[in-house]
């Protein structure tokens, strides 16, 4: 007869032999078994926890994947924040990164940089106590994510239990979930002999795979992660250094990038970054750059951080990427305000790994610029990895057969005469709130990210609910009910709860964000914000004059009045309320106005801005009393350099007149809350 404790003997041995040949396998890279004995050590414990049920413990390799999905993902509130990173654009910001962090540290010695490749992933928060992992998270907006807790415990690069024992006891490790190229593509090949639909690049497929409510999907995915940081460090003790740290996480059992390297300075940061430049084809997962971190941990804690950015750290993106299509239509869109924009239609391009399809013009006065017409050749340009934009036209190219684009003169949403007031670049639908497709970008503005962030209220179920008939503005939404959502086409019972949820949720904002959310124009984040924190409440916004809406830093005459003819509007004035009444509420403080400490200098602006418009990097300057110039002179205080800043920036500097990056320039925006 076996006795049990043999039994308890047995298991424990399968399971440290299972975990240790993961470790090599995963994170070690350095397999000493075949798959096939693998498989023999993972069915003998599976096969005895099967009999001996009451064995089973939450940490064994047999429980990565649980049974029962969940109903939807809970809320973490990350003990430290998980901040995001500064970006350089070129070498040049490499170099003013390491000036910084010498002139802060008042050293002339060069500084030693943990590099590691940036993987283009979804970051996610572990944490462990006493070695076991107990928590997954994701990022979210850096203070609260949501608990993936079973998901992740279905990536087999991720140890459910660390090796060793001079681990701290309560210890969060952060890193990077990424989509191996070779599964997506295998993952992709597999849906295509099923005649499912495949999924457009490994980011977007592992951002999702990482939500699914059902870990079993999750686990068929076959996710990787990277660990590159740490966290929350509680009863125990890690090395002085970053590097150091990379290399104990590796012997605990997690994986780390292995071409992680130290490199001394910006020269050897830059020399780093060619490196990985010339393998980024050759790996087995997507990444958009690399990162510089200071390597000694006492000076990261020196160095500190801004509000979401640590100045010991820095993202250096590659170059964007481009590609040649064909223009095979323009399609006009009207906008929220009556805006008439041109959309291009193009040949279907991957451009840094996303298949573009749609890319938008601006207006008619872009399409002269470009000479473009349809038919054309184009060059498509990816700034920042992020938006897409016609650079240029091939014209040499051109075929013979090409149009010339010209604006409709009735308004494709409702038939309604289109106008060019005056001098302004933009053509209007004449129609107002009596035209369709305004109604729709009025509810879709109201409810995206920036504004209420009503989570799963997107375009197309807008359209839906506006056609129904079911919504005719912003505070319609509020009045819905699960018995008429559920009549929409691909609307079940279980998201008709799920949207009523989070209509609710969206009520509590902030009086930024209201204002932003009623779709003003000309009022953009940066002027909502001004005017909040100038009125702090509704009614004494209600009252302004245009005179004294006038005197707030970022707004002159004419947002002044429009500001006030939107609010004096009975339309407008009925909505808001109609809004208020619906529970929407945000917190109420005194008003102030904002502190102008910038107030007498003169700031110019040069260069292409990734992060955010060049207009509203001129008006949050100017809410904090800056003078925003068009040209550099003795009497210009600072000029803000973007990418390709040219001849204005030459000329800054050999009048000795401070540069700031787009990274400094945010830093300092936030630090002024401006």
């Given at each position: 007869?076996?006795?049990?404790?043999?039994?308890v003997?047995?298991?424990?041995?399968?399971?440290?032999?299972?975990n240790?040949?993961?470790?090599?396998?995963?994170?070690?890279?350095?397999?000493?078994?075949?798959?096939?004995?693998?498989?023999?050590?993972?069915?003998?414990?599976?096969?005895?926890?099967?009999?001996?049920?009451?064995?089973i413990?939450?940490?064994?390799?047999?429980?990565r994947v649980?049974?029962?999905?969940?109903?939807?993902?809970?809320?973490?509130?990350?003990?430290?924040?998980?901040?995001?990173?500064?970006?350089?654009?070129?070498?040049?910001?490499?170099?003013?990164?390491?000036?910084?962090?010498?002139?802060?540290?008042q050293?002339?010695?060069?500084i030693?940089?943990?590099?590691?490749?940036?993987?283009?992933?979804?970051?996610?928060?572990?944490?462990?106590?006493?070695?076991?992992?107990?928590?997954?998270?994701?990022?979210?907006?850096?203070?609260?994510?949501?608990?993936?807790?079973?998901?992740?415990?279905?990536?087999?690069?991720?140890?459910?239990?660390?090796?060793?024992?001079?681990?701290?006891?309560?210890?969060?490790?952060?890193?990077?979930?990424?989509?191996?190229?070779?599964?997506?593509?295998?993952m992709?090949?597999?849906?295509?002999?099923?005649?499912?639909?495949?999924?457009?690049?490994?980011?977007?497929?592992?951002?999702?795979?990482?939500?699914?409510?059902?870990?079993r999907m999750?686990?068929?995915?076959?996710?990787?992660?990277?660990?590159?940081?740490?966290?929350?460090?509680?009863?125990?003790?890690?090395?002085?250094?970053?590097?150091?740290?990379?290399?104990?996480?590796?012997?605990?059992?997690?994986?780390?990038?292995?071409?992680v390297?130290?490199?001394?300075?910006?020269?050897?940061?830059?020399?780093?970054?060619?490196?990985?430049?010339?393998?980024?084809?050759?790996?087995d997962?997507?990444?958009?750059?690399?990162?510089?971190?200071?390597?000694?941990?006492?000076?990261?804690?020196?160095?500190?951080?801004?509000?979401?950015?640590?100045?010991?750290?820095?993202?250096?993106?590659?170059?964007?990427?481009?590609?040649?299509?064909?223009?095979?239509?323009?399609?006009?869109?009207?906008?929220?305000?009556?805006?008439?924009?041109?959309?291009?239609?193009?040949?279907?391009?991957q451009?840094?790994?996303?298949?573009?399809?749609?890319?938008?013009?601006?207006?008619?006065?872009?399409?002269?610029?470009?000479?473009?017409?349809?038919?054309?050749?184009?060059?498509?340009?990816?700034?920042?990895?992020?938006?897409?934009?016609?650079?240029?036209?091939?014209?040499?190219k051109?075929?013979?057969?090409?149009?010339?684009?010209?604006?409709?003169?009735?308004?494709?949403?409702?038939?309604?005469?289109?106008?060019?007031?005056?001098?302004?670049?933009?053509?209007?639908?004449?129609?107002g709130?009596?035209?369709?497709?305004?109604?729709?970008e009025?509810?879709?503005?109201?409810?995206?990210?920036?504004?209420?962030?009503?989570?799963?209220?997107?375009?197309?179920?807008?359209?839906q609910?506006?056609?129904?008939?079911?919504?005719?503005?912003?505070?319609?939404?509020?009045?819905?009910?699960?018995?008429?959502?559920?009549?929409?086409?691909?609307?079940?019972?279980?998201?008709?709860?799920?949207?009523?949820?989070?209509?609710?949720?969206?009520?509590?904002?902030?009086?930024?964000?209201?204002?932003?959310?009623?779709?003003?124009?000309?009022?953009?984040?940066?002027t909502?914000?001004?005017?909040?924190?100038?009125?702090?409440?509704?009614?004494?916004?209600?009252?302004?004059?245009?005179?004294?809406?006038?005197?707030?830093?970022?707004?002159?005459?004419?947002v002044?009045?429009?500001?006030?003819?939107?609010?004096?509007?009975?339309?407008?004035?009925?909505?808001?309320?109609?809004?208020?009444?619906?529970?929407?509420?945000w917190?109420?403080?005194?008003?102030?106005?904002?502190?102008?400490?910038?107030?007498?200098q003169?700031?110019v602006?040069?260069?292409?801005?990734?992060?955010?418009?060049?207009?509203?990097?001129?008006?949050?300057?100017?809410?904090?009393?800056a003078?925003?110039?068009?040209?550099?002179?003795?009497?210009?205080?600072?000029?803000?350099?973007?990418?390709?800043?040219?001849?204005?920036?030459?000329?800054?500097?050999?009048?000795?007149?401070?540069?700031?990056?787009?990274?400094?320039l945010?830093?300092?925006?936030?630090?002024?809350?401006?």
């Amino acid at each position: 007869m076996v006795e049990k404790a043999d039994i308890v003997a047995e298991i424990e041995r399968l399971r440290n032999a299972i975990n240790h040949h993961n470790s090599l396998y995963h994170s070690q890279d350095t397999p000493e078994i075949s798959d096939a004995e693998f498989d023999l050590l993972f069915r003998a414990l599976k096969e005895l926890e099967t009999e001996y049920p009451e064995l089973i413990s939450e940490d064994s390799p047999t429980q990565r994947v649980g049974a029962t999905p969940l109903t939807a993902h809970t809320q973490v509130a990350h003990e430290l924040p998980m901040l995001s990173l500064d970006n350089a654009f070129n070498e040049d910001d490499v170099v003013d990164f390491e000036r910084r962090i010498r002139a802060r540290l008042q050293t002339d010695d060069p500084i030693e940089f943990a590099c590691e490749p940036k993987i283009d992933g979804v970051a996610v928060s572990l944490l462990y106590e006493d070695g076991k992992l107990v928590r997954g998270a994701t990022r979210g907006d850096g203070t609260t994510g949501e608990d993936i807790t079973q998901n992740v415990r279905t990536i087999e690069s991720i140890p459910l239990r660390l090796s060793g024992t001079d681990y701290p006891r309560r210890l969060e490790v952060r890193g990077e979930v990424y989509f191996p190229r070779s599964a997506f593509k295998r993952m992709n090949e597999l849906a295509l002999a099923k005649g499912d639909r495949t999924f457009a690049n490994p980011r977007n497929a592992g951002a999702g795979s990482l939500r699914q409510l059902d870990a079993r999907m999750t686990a068929e995915r076959k996710l990787s992660m990277f660990c590159y940081s740490v966290g929350l460090v509680s009863d125990g003790d890690l090395p002085a250094r970053h590097s150091e740290i990379l290399a104990r996480f590796k012997s605990w059992g997690l994986k780390i990038n292995p071409l992680v390297a130290v490199a001394t300075g910006a020269a050897g940061c830059v020399g780093f970054f060619a490196n990985i430049l010339t393998q980024r084809e050759g790996l087995d997962y997507d990444i958009d750059g690399v990162v510089f971190k200071v390597d000694r941990m006492d000076l990261q804690q020196t160095l500190g951080v801004l509000t979401r950015t640590p100045r010991w750290a820095i993202a250096h993106k590659f170059p964007p990427e481009e590609g040649i299509t064909v223009l095979k239509n323009v399609e006009f869109q009207v906008g929220r305000t009556g805006a008439i924009t041109p959309v291009a239609r193009v040949e279907p391009v991957q451009v840094g790994g996303v298949t573009i399809s749609n890319v938008t013009l601006h207006n008619m006065d872009e399409v002269e610029r470009l000479n473009l017409m349809i038919g054309d050749s184009v060059v498509i340009h990816r700034a920042g990895d992020v938006i897409p934009k016609v650079v240029s036209v091939l014209v040499q190219k051109r075929p013979d057969d090409a149009r010339e684009i010209s604006l409709p003169t009735a308004c494709p949403a409702c038939g309604s005469e289109i106008v060019r007031v005056g001098d302004e670049v933009i053509s209007k639908c004449v129609a107002g709130k009596d035209c369709p497709g305004q109604r729709k970008e009025r509810i879709r503005h109201f409810a995206s990210r920036l504004a209420l962030d009503i989570d799963g209220l997107g375009e197309k179920l807008v359209e839906q609910l506006v056609e129904a008939d079911l919504i005719e503005n912003s505070a319609d939404l509020f009045q819905l009910s699960k018995v008429e959502l559920i009549t929409l086409d691909r609307m079940g019972e279980k998201s008709a709860i799920n949207l009523l949820a989070a209509l609710i949720k969206s009520k509590q904002t902030t009086f930024s964000k209201f204002i932003y959310a009623l779709g003003i124009e000309e009022v953009g984040e940066s002027t909502a914000r001004a005017l909040a924190l100038h009125f702090g409440d509704l009614s004494p916004l209600w009252a302004a004059t245009p005179e004294e809406l006038q005197s707030i830093p970022d707004i002159g005459p004419i947002v002044a009045q429009k500001i006030h003819s939107f609010l004096e509007e009975d339309s407008n004035r009925k909505l808001i309320e109609a809004l208020v009444a619906s529970g929407i509420r945000w917190e109420i403080f005194e008003s102030k106005n904002i502190v102008q400490v910038l107030a007498e200098q003169i700031w110019v602006i040069t260069g292409t801005l990734s992060s955010l418009t060049r207009n509203d990097a001129k008006a949050r300057l100017q809410s904090l009393g800056a003078k925003v110039s068009g040209s550099v002179s003795q009497k210009t205080s600072c000029v803000v350099a973007g990418d390709a800043a040219g001849s204005k920036l030459t000329k800054a500097q050999s009048l000795g007149i401070p540069v700031m990056g787009e990274g400094e320039l945010l830093a300092f925006l936030e630090q002024h809350n401006a």
